[in-house]
């Protein structure tokens, strides 16, 4: 298969969140005449290399078919391929349709030789609004899958932890009163205390990859009137979690040590991340191929329940901007990459 005349097609097919169906049809149709038998779960797609064998551990390819919306900075129509000096331009050719084509050429190329392991590959829908129909959903129906390859830009070096994500609501409570006679309890002055605290904390627990839990206090609303002494403060804090840690400990932790209330819009986008000592990250290590890191920036890998890395090509610095794009170099060397980390890999089985 050409991959980039696959991209070129891709880009064309608009495929924004939770509008991926055109997409994950043309996708079902392709795998189809490659001689594939894909299964289709609302608008994830997956499919084995080979038939499965209980005996041997599983690796999943994956990478999300759906992008953000386009800008209205972009020069070119984001919906059609601009091949120039080298590069491809279009929404999605850099998050992540270099990463779906590349991770398909792989696998086509994979599923030619006899491994020790099964090859899953799975295309998911949603993953840039974090939907509870993309991965989330997918992963209950899959078989075991013992390490999964998520596929994003990120220049080919390996992601070996991943931040997640828990927003705080929180509400201090005062007593309203006239502001010139000084009645009431301002619930402003009640909040400060906390947000201090979320400024000052430091959790004990430092990722070598991630550094610490990071809390930001990023909205404020209080108040409905001058001459009110406000009897309600709600502020929102940001999180962004280490492996070290799970949302439960977080949530903990700031309900043991503020005096507003505290409610988790959601704890679903957990924090991943792998023992340096794997052999998939020391076979990487050991080919010179690039450097190991931890990103900031989440993937599906926070709603997978199972062992997974990050890895792909393209630049961050691209993704959700206008004209954003891909060389073809890139892509090239990434289905080389995939294929000469993969092929006669073995990983032992989990129990």
Not at 116 to 133: D, H, K, M, P, R
Request: proline share 5%; net charge negative; glycine share 8%.
């Amino acid at each position: 298969m050409d991959p980039v005349k696959l991209l070129k097609q891709l880009v064309s097919i608009p495929s924004l969140s939770r509008d991926e169906d055109a997409k994950a049809t043309f996708l079902c149709r392709f795998l189809e005449e490659e001689g594939l038998s894909p299964n289709r779960y609302g608008n994830n797609i997956w499919c084995e290399a080979w038939q499965h064998d209980a005996s041997k551990p599983t690796i999943m390819l994956n990478s999300h078919i759906d992008t953000v919306k386009p800008s209205d900075a972009w020069t070119s129509n984001p919906f059609e391929a601009v091949e120039k000096d080298g590069k491809i331009q279009a929404l999605g050719a850099n998050d992540a349709h270099a990463s779906v084509v590349s991770l398909l050429a792989a696998f086509d190329s994979l599923r030619t030789r006899s491994q020790a392991y099964n090859l899953i590959i799975a295309f998911s829908c949603e993953e840039e609004v974090s939907g509870t129909q993309g991965m989330e959903a997918l992963s209950k129906i899959l078989p075991y899958v013992d390490l999964a390859i998520v596929g994003e830009p990120t220049g080919m070096d390996l992601a070996v932890a991943e931040r997640g994500l828990m927003v705080l609501d929180c509400t201090s409570g005062g007593v309203s009163g006239h502001a010139a006679r000084e009645e009431g309890v301002n619930a402003i002055y009640e909040a400060l205390p906390d947000i201090q605290w979320f400024r000052d904390y430091r959790f004990e627990k430092v990722s070598p990859m991630l550094g610490g839990v990071k809390m930001t206090v990023t909205m404020i609303n209080a108040g409905r009137q001058h001459n009110v002494v406000p009897d309600k403060c709600g502020f929102v804090v940001d999180i962004r979690l280490n492996e070290c840690y799970t949302h439960q400990q977080v949530l903990d932790t700031v309900r043991a040590n503020i005096k507003a209330g505290a409610i988790p819009r959601s704890m679903r986008l957990k924090p991943s991340g792998i023992d340096i000592g794997h052999p998939f990250v020391q076979r990487y290590l050991q080919s010179g191929i690039g450097k190991i890191f931890g990103s900031s920036t989440m993937s599906d890998q926070a709603l997978m329940p199972f062992t997974s890395v990050k890895i792909g090509p393209g630049d961050s610095a691209r993704s959700h901007t206008a004209d954003e794009y891909i060389y073809v170099s890139e892509i090239e060397n990434a289905v080389d990459t995939y294929v000469r980390l993969l092929d006669g890999f073995s990983l032992p089985q989990v129990p």
